[in-house]
């Protein structure tokens, strides 16, 4: 029912329910809600890794609860993260459930990533530095990697189905879901841009730039999927920010920069990560949570080598 791997990481659930599995999420439909689980999977360079990050799922779940709690004015599709009394039998251990698992509404999905950039970095900065313009909005001659730009500017992405996603002007988002849809996503996500933003500046970390997915249920446009986690978002330590070079970042860098440095060609299957980057990692995941909520992460995980 739970698959873990060497190293205490949650890597697949088998739950007797319909299931579509993502790069990280097992998907549970319960009829007229999902169940959502954020397993420990890690994906780098469009592979799932076989090595896991032990309370990565924890992390990301419990980072979304905070932000759906706190946006003002915001409608989503969180409703609770217990599991509903009596859906699993009572013999089926489900510890491994605890603190990953999202009880949500259904709905109908928007074919869009709804990218809102604050600072100029990864696709957006080869952009920039090929056209002077990301998604065809123009910005100032003479930045340089990680400037923050004069406002934060939406940019949507297609929804690939295999590779990588697309990002494309605003205006064929328009042609395609209609301009009155177009600006109210534009204008929801530029809202939560800005009240995140301000809440985490305030607490220690930079958002450069983050993507929303959003949904219809009961006709009514809502916020889904995980919110403002180090999976969707790129937070950088505001006290280390420095433009003009890749900032630290609370995210999966040290599992990047060791595939890069491994030799993997990303074609073959990819390696085992190391316990250090397996550990370091997961440092960095759970910091930018407490730093942004001041709590602490529930955690069953032992490190190698711990009494039990």
Known sequence: MFQFDSG????????????????????????????????????AFDSILPSGIPDKGRVLTATSEFWFSHLS???????????????????????????????????????????????????????????????????????????RLPEPIFTPATKAASGHDENVPWQRMADDIGPPLANELRNLSLDIFSQASTYAQQHG??????????????????????????????????????????QQSFDKQFVREWLIDSGWDRESPPPALPIDVILRTREKYIEAYQMLTGRQVPSIYVEPGSDF
């Open 205 to 246: 970390i930079l958002i450069a730039d983050t993507k929303f997915e959003f949904g219809f249920a009961d006709g009514e446009l809502i916020l889904i999927d995980e919110v403002l986690t180090p999976d969707s978002s790129r937070f950088w330590p505001a006290a280390d920010y420095h433009p003009g070079h890749p």
């Open 8 to 43: 205490g990481a949650l890597m697949a659930t088998n739950l007797p329910f319909p299931k579509h599995s993502g790069k990280v999420r097992d998907v549970y439909d319960l009829g007229d809600q999902f169940l959502i689980i954020s397993t420990d999977r890690i994906s």
């Open 73 to 147: 004015g915001i409608r989503h599709h969180w409703i609770t993260g217990d599991l509903p009394p009596g859906l699993l039998p009572d013999l089926i251990d489900t510890s491994p459930l605890v603190g990953r698992s999202m009880i949500v509404r259904k709905a109908v999905v928007v074919p869009y990533e709804c990218v809102v950039r604050g600072y100029l970095e990864g696709s957006g900065l080869k952009e920039y530095q090929n056209f002077g313009q990301i998604c065809g909005i123009e910005l100032p001659a003479g930045l340089v990697q990680c400037d």
